[in-house]
Structure formats: C-alpha cells, structure tokens
C-alpha cells in the first residue's frame, strides 16, 4: 500500500521509495516535459524531484495524495530551470505551459506539434480553451489524476472537479468543431 | 434525473469516479435516453483521442537508471564514511603512541599536538557550515 510505502521512505528505506518512484514516475515525466518542452531536461529534472522529494519526504504528510506533493515540486523545479537558463542569458524556446502573463498561446513542444491531423486538432483546440479549462483536462487526461488529486492540486473542493470537467470536455468538444470548420472553409476556398 | 445532470454523472463514469448505486441510476437513464447515449460514446472517442495526443513517456531505462544512481549514493555515503572515520581513528591512535613513547621530545610532542588539533577544529567547522549550508539550501540532496 502507498501509505505504507511512504512512511517506509521516511524511516530511511530506499527500496520502498524506489517503489513509489517506478508509480509516479511517468506522470512526474509528463509534467515536466510540458513546462521544459524537451525530453532531455524533462528526464533531468524527474530524476532531481525524486531525489528532493526523498531528501524531504518526511515533510509530507501521507493523509494527502502523493502526486500532488510531486506535481507541486516538478513544477518548482521545472520553472527554476528556465529562469536560471534566461539569467544565464541562454535563449528559451518557449515559455511554460498555462503561463498565460508570459505566452498567451502555448507552445508545444516540437516533437509534440508533428502529429496526425487529428491529434493537431485537439492540440490546437487545447491551446484555445481558458487556462482553467485547459489545465483541469492536462490533469485529468494526460497526468492521469483522479478527483481527489485534481482537488488537491487546484485547490478546490471534490464535488466540483466532475462539474469542471464536464465544462471543460464541453468547450473542448465546441472548439474541434470551430477549428476544424474553419480549417474545412480554408480548404474550400483554395 | 435531468439530461444535463446525467452528463455531468457521465464523466464521471469515464472517469471511474462513481459509486455502484450512482451507476446503476445513471445506467437506468441511459437505457432509455437516445442523446446521452450518443453524449456518453462521443466523450469515449474525445477521451480516446487526447490519449493519444498526449506527452511522450520518458525513455525505456529511465527507471532503471534511476534505481542505480539512487542506491550507489548510499554506497558512497557509507564509503566515506568508513573512510574518514578510520582515517581518524588511525591519527589519534599514532598520536596517543607519539605521547606514551617516552624517549620523544616534548616540543615535538607538542608540535604535533598542535597541528592535529589545529586539524581536528578545522574538520569540526567546516563540517557545521555545510550542515548550516544544507539547512538552508532549499534543493538539499539534489546532484548539481
Ligand atoms: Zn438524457
């Protein structure tokens, strides 16, 4: 069990955190590639989490979720990285994913953008949804959070997270739509 | 039920966030109800799609990689460990010699006392400046 394994990993055992580790960390991965947008750093920066969530683990109180706690270190430490890389003068591709006050529009990573038309038009329709929106369906489809840690991490209660999704599954449906017609008008007056 | 409240309860049940008696109501709606039905297949295809539309997994050895780093440092901690530690106990053992040998000179004696202590203090304060460094170092135990 992972509570278990938790306070386990606060006594000091390497084998149970390295357990938790092979449970999180392709969600860690993701997270961190969304903000980093390469795979290189992205590997980097989950492999310096796990060791800071473990030199902290006893910090975590384990009547909360895990991932969370994770989430909020990969994002602290993702966003680290590039503002040490802009102070260091080296040029940054792009900005961190749902920073609407530094890039309106998302950029996604590149290896990302070269995919079938039908994942492009979900991508795009993504980019266009209100950073709320955008961020609750991240959470849910891609880093594969239950309600209890989508509640969590946005910081609000259980009982609206299935609402909010719905909305944001809705808008999202809407958006395909417009962007996909628009994309057959351009087609038509060619 | 109302046909929008079934549809907030059908995300739910993709989700797999319901419990059996929510399910069975909801089931119950379904059977009768043609246009969520049709909401319920058109959110399996969305959910299908942004699967795979989703971020790439790490690479193949990433775990594996990282289970080897992670259990080598504690090897290398206890390494040092044994290491300076012995080498301790190896000058304090030659210096109590130097001081039982009673055919040596005192200034040596003493000389050599100096320089050990003199050691000994600079060990103690380097060592509590990075315990106070780590302290306050908000990435402790991250490699750099
Ligand atoms: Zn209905």
Redo the contacts between chains.
């Keep these: 069990m992972e509570r278990e394994l938790i306070i386990r990993s606060k006594a000091g055992d390497r084998y149970a955190f390295s357990e938790l580790v092979r449970k999180y960390y392709k969600r860690v991965f993701k997270t961190a590639y969304l903000i980093l947008k390469n795979r290189q750093d992205a590997e980097d920066i989950t492999q310096t989490v796990f060791l800071k969530a473990y030199s902290s683990i006893t910090s975590f109180n384990e009547s909360r979720s895990f991932f969370p706690w994770l989430h909020r270190i990969t994002k602290n430490l993702s966003l680290n990285l590039i503002k040490r890389r802009k102070m260091a003068g080296e040029k940054v591709k792009s900005m961190a994913y749902g920073e609407p006050s530094i890039d309106p529009l998302p950029a996604l990573p590149e290896e990302m953008v070269l995919r079938e038309e039908e994942s492009q038009n979900i991508l795009n329709a993504l980019a266009e949804l209100p950073t709320q929106m955008r961020d609750i369906l991240i959470l849910k489809h891609w880093k594969d959070c239950s309600y209890r840690e989508i509640s969590e991490i946005l910081s609000i209660p259980i009982g609206t997270v299935m609402s909010r999704l719905y909305y944001a599954r809705k808008k999202l449906a809407e958006t395909i739509e417009e962007t996909e017609n628009r994309g057959e008008v351009r087609k038509n007056e060619m | 039920m109302k046909c929008e409240e079934v549809?907030?309860?059908i995300?739910?049940l993709i989700?797999n966030?319901l419990a059996e008696s929510e399910i069975d109501a909801l089931l119950d709606h379904l059977s009768t109800c043609k246009s969520c039905r049709a909401y319920y297949k058109?959110?399996l295809r969305?959910?299908r799609?942004?699967?795979?539309?989703?971020?790439?997994?790490?690479?193949d050895n990433?775990?594996i990689d990282?289970?080897k780093?992670?259990?080598r440092k504690?090897g290398g901690f206890l390494g040092r460990l044994f290491f300076i530690g012995s080498y301790l106990v190896l000058l304090i053992y030659s210096l109590f010699q130097l001081f039982k040998a009673p055919n040596e000179d005192l200034a040596i004696k003493l000389i050599i006392g100096g320089i050990f202590a003199g050691f000994l203090l600079l060990l103690v304060v380097s060592i509590a400046d990075r315990i106070k460094e780590s302290k306050n170092d908000r990435?402790?135990?991250?490699?750099r």
């Design positions: 549809r907030i309860k995300n739910g989700d966030e058109e959110l969305m959910n799609e942004m699967l795979r539309a989703a971020p790439p997994d790490p690479a990433w775990y990282f289970r780093r992670f259990f504690t990435y402790r135990g991250v490699i």
